[in-house]
Nanobody, 123 residues
Framework: QVQLVESGGGLVQAGGSLRLSCAAS????????MGWFRQAPGKEREFVAA????????AYADSVKGRFTIYRDNAKNTVSLQMNSLKPEDTAVYYC????????????????WGQGTQVTVSS
């Protein structure tokens, strides 16, 4: 079973950038499709981005396409999310997750989750 820990969240002004990292332990993440989700106060958890086991294919929510990039380093057992041109509506707790399914976009297909990291974008 894999354990996931996110880092890199914080407060940033609109238009700025942040890079989130997810460090895995307990099992190699090369066994899993990986994803990032986010949850704003009072809203459901929503899909942000996903990447295949090898890292050769990715998927993004329409709201972040062209601004966010997901990538992974299986040798370091990490997955990251580069977020550029941030908007106030990107404010949320961001979660890293691992799935046996490739490029899954629904939370219930991810059995393993990190604790989340807060991202706040000020206007």
């Amino acid at each position: 079973q894999v354990q996931l820990v996110e880092s890199g969240g914080g407060l940033v002004q609109a238009g700025g950038s942040l890079r989130l990292s997810c460090a895995a332990s307990g099992r190699a993440i090369s066994s899993y499709g990986m994803g990032w989700f986010r949850q704003a106060p009072g809203k459901e958890r929503e899909f942000v981005a996903a990447i295949t086991r090898s890292g050769t294919s990715t998927a993004y929510a329409d709201s972040v396409k062209g601004r966010f990039t997901i990538y992974r380093d299986n040798a370091k057992n990490t997955v990251s999310l580069q977020m550029n041109s941030l908007k106030p509506e990107d404010t949320a707790v961001y979660y890293c997750a691992a799935s046996y399914v490739t490029l899954a976009t629904t939370p219930n297909t991810y059995p393993f989750w990190g604790q989340g990291t807060q991202v706040t974008v000020s206007s």
